[in-house]
Structure formats: C-alpha cells, structure tokens
C-alpha cells in the first residue's frame, strides 16, 4: 500500500524589505495548533549569519526543519531545532530563536565557562508547513 507524501506548503512570506508580501500569521498559527510540520527557508550572507568575520558575501540558501513547535496564547508561533549541530566544535554550541517578522536571536554557549553570548539579527524567512 502506498501513503501519499505530504507536500510542503508556503505559509508566510517576506519581502526584500522583510515585510510580509504572502500569507499571514494566522494561517501559520493555526496550522502549528493542529500539529502541522514546520519548516524554514532563509537566504542570508555568509558573513551575516555563519562567520561574521569573514569577507565572504555569498548568498547561502538553507532550508531547517522544526521537529518541536508550540503555539503560545494562540497567537505565536515557536518552533525548536532538536538536531542543530555545534557553531564551532568543541568550544562553542548554540540555537536560534526566530520570529516571523524575520528577527533572529542566535544564542551561543562556551561549554566550558557556560557563558551566553547573543546575536541579533534579521533574515528573510519563508515558513512552509505540511
């Protein structure tokens, strides 16, 4: 017997300018109350985002999967990246935080010292759901 594969549908999209320009936070809320898959798609700089020391400018195009999700107050959306591998090994971990309005908090932990350094920043990020 076959299952049909559930396809990925865009939700909430910004603009160049991060604005929303498709779809609407609702649709998105209410598609994470009823237990519906979340997924990212950003473009950003390399040294946006991944090395902010670097020179290299080159666009990277990264699609994340949040196995965990939670809607707060039935207006908010969350979702957790359970499987997100180490900043910089073995010094440094860390997570993100991410808004739909494309405001992101990057936390990253020395494992040693358990110090927290935050980095914000904002990306155009497209929020599909299955």
Known sequence: M???VPVWKSVLEPGCNREITSGNEKTLCD??????GLRIHTEFRHNEHIDPSSGD???????????ETCLLEK??????????QP???PDR????I???DGACVERICNPYSLQFTDANRRFGI????R
């Open 31 to 36: 598609a994470v109350g009823r237990a519906a």
């Open 93 to 96: 971990f860390g997570w993100l």
């Open 126 to 129: 497209r929020w599909f759901i």
């Open 98 to 100: 991410l808004r739909t």
């Open 75 to 84: 207006r908010w959306t969350a979702g957790f990246m359970t499987l997100r």
């Open 87 to 89: 900043v910089s090994l």
């Open 2 to 4: 076959k299952f049909p």
């Open 57 to 67: 400018t080159d666009i990277i195009r990264e699609v994340s999967e949040f196995r």
